[in-house]
């Protein structure tokens, strides 16, 4: 057999999509369900759609054809805790497909990948996980139920927009450095902006440590998928990677993949933990979307995305035309006649590359906040994905359409010729708290170890001090200034010096701090031992 016809003979194989096909194969059989689901395979719906009129059996309508591929672990469907069949077919197909040696599905969407992937580092209580400081919530609660440690690592936090990326490498060299007994890196990979980084020089300094890098790449499902994307965290040697499916892909709301590679990731440990975290019932829909939405990439490859990336790079052209808007976009260093060298290039940037599915925008001169601008786009039917304070974020995907983009524009037009020239908000405020965050983070680096518990903290009693009287406490309590949403202390976090000159600064600044029960941060919630008893207010 030639190479041509291998690769043929390879391309009809990666088009299958055995589970979605064995589930069409069950309906077509029609057999009596004597099983769970109660539904039987929706034929309670059927009947209702008889009973009914109107938008009502419409909708009952749809859920009858949904439902009818709602099954069960029965012959031919396979177990996804124990996959022999087509799940594991379709599971191989999903490895090959994104470049992985072993893939699991997931219908918890990437909170359970997350947790199941830091849970399966911790071997003992008190092991200690090096962690980006802004992450994901189910990063927090999986090490609570590990009962872990983590040192949180400091994000870089980019000059222009103010968002914050991912920490230095010489942060996670410095970390490594001083807790060599660390377990595991977490980090995030691209953030919700889409900015991301070069994950090689961190997947490197990890092994030499003989630890894995593991990675949420929830928003980047669609990496390495087209010569325009940026690599997937798979291909920059990330041991353990999550991918949200059905974000930036096909896959159904909850849908999402685990890809695994290396020798550093606990396999064993990680299948157990995932039949733990999982139900035991999952949802057979969501599987087969996983399947059909990898399918779809096998059959149309890059081209897959040219219809949607074609309307993202519109928008771009377009917003030119609207001098009221600004577009984040990676900022290159300057370089001068007389030097070689780009002018300060090492730290110009906060982050490396930039999703072009991902389009983010703000009014300039601040006359309008990115909630209120948000806002109003609802009001010409143009759902953004989410804002902040200042920005407003757009995601486009292999579904997106010119028509899409011309909606959006025609919307933003309207929008700046409407728009006063009085800021609605304070934007000098904003500025101000990104500067006090920004010298937070040259300054702390990173934490000293944080513990965290699905138990009660058994520290002392809480209490609330001045801020000016923390210093050297323990935080009882986060505090997270918004925007950028980096949390600048978690509960059990040793209260520095550093600290409370920072908390002081975005306070007079008038930041928002979301988990603070004082949110002037006038005081703070701390842990206190007998001898600081007579210091604060009882709570």
């Given at each position: 057999m030639n190479r041509s016809?291998?690769?043929?003979?390879?391309?009809?194989?990666?088009?299958?999509?055995?589970?979605?096909?064995?589930?069409?194969?069950?309906?077509?059989?029609?057999?009596?369900?004597?099983?769970?689901?109660?539904?039987?395979?929706?034929?309670?719906?059927?009947?209702?759609?008889?009973?009914?009129?109107?938008?009502?059996?419409?909708?009952?309508?749809?859920?009858?054809?949904?439902?009818?591929?709602?099954?069960?672990?029965?012959?031919?469907?396979?177990?996804?805790?124990?996959?022999?069949?087509?799940?594991?077919?379709?599971?191989?197909?999903?490895?090959?497909?994104?470049?992985?040696?072993?893939?699991?599905f997931l219908v918890g969407g990437s909170t359970v990948g997350n947790m199941a992937l830091l849970m399966s580092c911790c071997s003992q209580p008190g092991d200690l996980i090096l962690v980006q400081r802004n992450v994901h919530k189910s990063v927090l609660h999986a090490l609570m139920m590990a009962g872990a440690r983590a040192v949180f690592l400091t994000p870089r936090i980019d000059k222009?927009?103010?968002?914050?990326?991912?920490?230095?490498?010489?942060?996670?060299?410095?970390?490594?450095?001083?807790?060599?007994?660390?377990?595991?890196?977490?980090?995030?990979?691209?953030?919700?902006?889409?900015?991301?980084?070069?994950?090689?020089?961190?997947?490197?300094?990890?092994?030499?440590?003989?630890?894995?890098?593991?990675?949420?790449?929830?928003?980047?499902?669609?990496?390495?998928?087209?010569?325009?994307?940026?690599?997937?965290?798979?291909?920059?040697?990330?041991?353990?990677?999550?991918?949200?499916?059905?974000?930036?892909?096909?896959?159904?709301?909850?849908?999402?993949?685990?890809?695994?590679?290396?020798?550093?990731?606990?396999?064993?440990?990680?299948?157990?933990?995932?039949?733990?975290?999982?139900s035991s019932s999952p949802s057979y829909p969501l599987m087969a979307s996983l399947d059909v939405s990898r399918q779809w990439i096998d059959v149309k490859g890059a081209q897959a995305f040219e219809q949607g990336l074609a309307a993202a790079m519109w928008l771009r052209e377009q917003m030119h035309q609207l001098p009221r808007f600004e577009l984040l976009v990676k900022q290159e260093p300057?370089?001068?006649?007389?030097?070689?060298?780009?002018?300060?290039?090492?730290?110009?940037?906060?982050?490396?590359?930039?999703?072009?599915?991902?389009?983010?925008?703000?009014?300039?001169?601040?006359?309008?906040?990115?909630?209120?601008?948000?806002?109003?786009?609802?009001?010409?039917g143009c759902v953004a994905e989410m804002a902040d304070l200042r920005h407003v974020v757009f995601v486009f995907t292999l579904g997106s359409t010119l028509q899409d983009a011309r909606r959006l524009i025609e919307a933003l037009q309207s929008i700046a010729v409407s728009m006063g020239n009085k800021p609605s908000y304070d934007g000098t405020g904003t500025q101000a708290i990104t500067q006090s965050i920004g010298s937070l983070t040259s300054s702390r680096p990173h934490s000293e170890p944080v513990p965290f518990s699905i138990y009660e903290a058994n520290v002392g009693t809480t209490r609330q001090v001045l801020l000016q009287e923390a210093d050297g406490m323990v935080a009882a309590e986060a505090v997270i200034p918004y925007p950028?949403?980096?949390?600048?202390?978690?509960?059990?976090?040793?209260?520095?010096?550093?600290?409370?000159?920072?908390?002081?600064?975005?306070?007079?600044?008038?930041?928002?701090?979301?988990?603070?029960?004082?949110?002037?941060?006038?005081?703070?919630?701390?842990?206190?031992?007998k001898d600081q008893m007579g210091k604060g207010e009882l709570r």
């Amino acid at each position: 057999m030639n190479r041509s016809e291998q690769q043929s003979e390879n391309r009809l194989f990666d088009v299958r999509a055995p589970l979605a096909e064995a589930l069409l194969h069950y309906i077509s059989e029609k057999r009596t369900s004597f099983h769970v689901p109660g539904h039987k395979n929706g034929a309670v719906y059927k009947q209702a759609v008889q009973e009914t009129v109107g938008e009502q059996q419409e909708l009952l309508h749809r859920m009858a054809q949904l439902l009818a591929i709602d099954v069960t672990e029965i012959e031919g469907t396979d177990d996804l805790h124990h996959p022999m069949g087509v799940i594991a077919e379709a599971q191989q197909l999903a490895a090959h497909c994104f470049g992985a040696e072993e893939t699991h599905f997931l219908v918890g969407g990437s909170t359970v990948g997350n947790m199941a992937l830091l849970m399966s580092c911790c071997s003992q209580p008190g092991d200690l996980i090096l962690v980006q400081r802004n992450v994901h919530k189910s990063v927090l609660h999986a090490l609570m139920m590990a009962g872990a440690r983590a040192v949180f690592l400091t994000p870089r936090i980019d000059k222009v927009s103010g968002l914050a990326t991912a920490p230095h490498i010489d942060v996670l060299a410095g970390a490594l450095q001083e807790y060599p007994e660390a377990k595991a890196v977490f980090l995030t990979n691209p953030n919700y902006y889409g900015m991301g980084i070069d994950l090689r020089p961190f997947a490197q300094a990890a092994h030499r440590h003989g630890i894995p890098l593991i990675v949420d790449e929830a928003h980047g499902a669609h990496y390495g998928l087209h010569p325009s994307f940026p690599e997937s965290a798979l291909a920059m040697g990330t041991d353990g990677v999550v991918q949200s499916t059905h974000k930036m892909l096909s896959g159904m709301t909850m849908s999402a993949m685990l890809h695994v590679q290396g020798p550093y990731v606990a396999r064993k440990r990680l299948k157990q933990l995932l039949t733990m975290l999982q139900s035991s019932s999952p949802s057979y829909p969501l599987m087969a979307s996983l399947d059909v939405s990898r399918q779809w990439i096998d059959v149309k490859g890059a081209q897959a995305f040219e219809q949607g990336l074609a309307a993202a790079m519109w928008l771009r052209e377009q917003m030119h035309q609207l001098p009221r808007f600004e577009l984040l976009v990676k900022q290159e260093p300057y370089v001068s006649v007389e030097q070689s060298e780009p002018c300060g290039s090492n730290d110009f940037s906060a982050f490396d590359n930039l999703d072009p599915m991902k389009v983010v925008i703000r009014e300039k001169d601040d006359c309008i906040s990115g909630y209120d601008l948000l806002e109003k786009l609802a009001e010409y039917g143009c759902v953004a994905e989410m804002a902040d304070l200042r920005h407003v974020v757009f995601v486009f995907t292999l579904g997106s359409t010119l028509q899409d983009a011309r909606r959006l524009i025609e919307a933003l037009q309207s929008i700046a010729v409407s728009m006063g020239n009085k800021p609605s908000y304070d934007g000098t405020g904003t500025q101000a708290i990104t500067q006090s965050i920004g010298s937070l983070t040259s300054s702390r680096p990173h934490s000293e170890p944080v513990p965290f518990s699905i138990y009660e903290a058994n520290v002392g009693t809480t209490r609330q001090v001045l801020l000016q009287e923390a210093d050297g406490m323990v935080a009882a309590e986060a505090v997270i200034p918004y925007p950028p949403g980096i949390p600048l202390l978690y509960r059990g976090e040793t209260i520095t010096a550093a600290s409370v000159n920072e908390l002081a600064k975005l306070a007079a600044a008038g930041a928002k701090c979301h988990d603070a029960e004082d949110y002037s941060l006038q005081t703070i919630k701390v842990y206190v031992t007998k001898d600081q008893m007579g210091k604060g207010e009882l709570r």
